[in-house]
């Protein structure tokens, strides 16, 4: 039973690329979540998401963030013309409701801007 | 906005020493749940809390739900080098978990 599934686990961008974010949750969840970590901080929500629905979006930033969960494949964070700022660890969870539920966290995707 | 404060930011203990990080949340809490991280790592679920006054233990490990489920506790007992990492609690609000900033555990051997 793999958990969840984040891939790459490390990418690199020049400023002013995108940078793409797979998630493939556990299996029998349907709620993913995506939260941002800097270095020696706590964990920022970003996005919730179900099936081919955003249900909470209000950590995103309002540019070039955006997050999708396909009906058919994993859960993807887009960062188009990544900027230096958005070096950070991407971590994605899954759980099998809301809150009430504990997550199942990802490794993470460790994005370094250049 | 809701917001989880945690404290302390660290902590270093000597083996064997006991650990307590406190978290308090802005508004009442639905649960409230703790994550450990390593270094290096992603957070793993620890345990979830839900009813008021609640407390919960894992072998050395005793989790405590304020009676006003505002705030929490988590308390290790004679601490271990593998206990090294960082705890989050993280509030239930409406759709996702409110993560608190993390108490650093630094244990010396």
């Known amino acids: 039973n793999a958990g969840v599934m984040q891939n790459p686990r490390h990418l690199v961008r020049r400023r002013g690329q995108e940078a793409r974010l797979r998630c493939s949750p556990m299996k029998g969840h349907s709620h993913v979540y995506w939260y941002r970590q800097l270095p020696e901080e706590g964990l920022k929500f970003m996005v919730y998401?179900?099936?081919?629905?955003?249900?909470?979006e209000s950590g995103m930033p309002k540019e070039r963030f955006s997050a999708e969960f396909p009906k058919e494949g994993p859960s993807i964070l887009r960062i188009q013309q990544v900027v230096r700022g958005d070096s950070a660890a991407y971590f994605c969870?899954?759980?099998?409701?809301?809150?009430?539920?504990?997550?199942?966290f990802g490794s993470g995707t460790r994005l370094t801007v250049v | 906005g809701q917001q989880v404060m945690q404290i302390p930011q660290y902590q270093h203990v000597q083996e064997g020493e006991d650990f307590t990080t406190y978290c308090n949340s802005s508004?009442?809490?639905?649960?409230i749940q703790w994550y450990k991280q390593r270094p290096g790592g992603h957070p793993v679920f620890l345990i979830q809390l839900v009813k008021s006054g609640e407390v919960k233990k894992q072998k050395r490990l005793t989790f405590q739900f304020g009676e006003a489920k505002k705030n929490s506790s988590l308390h290790i007992t004679a601490t271990q080098t593998t206990d090294v990492g960082t705890y989050f609690c993280a509030g239930g609000g409406y759709n996702k978990l409110i993560f608190g900033a993390g108490t650093r555990l630094a244990v010396h051997p």
């Open positions: 969870a899954s759980s099998q409701g809301s809150d009430l539920y504990g997550y199942t």
């Open positions: 998401l179900q099936k081919e629905n955003i249900i909470d």
């Open positions: 508004t009442t809490l639905s649960n």
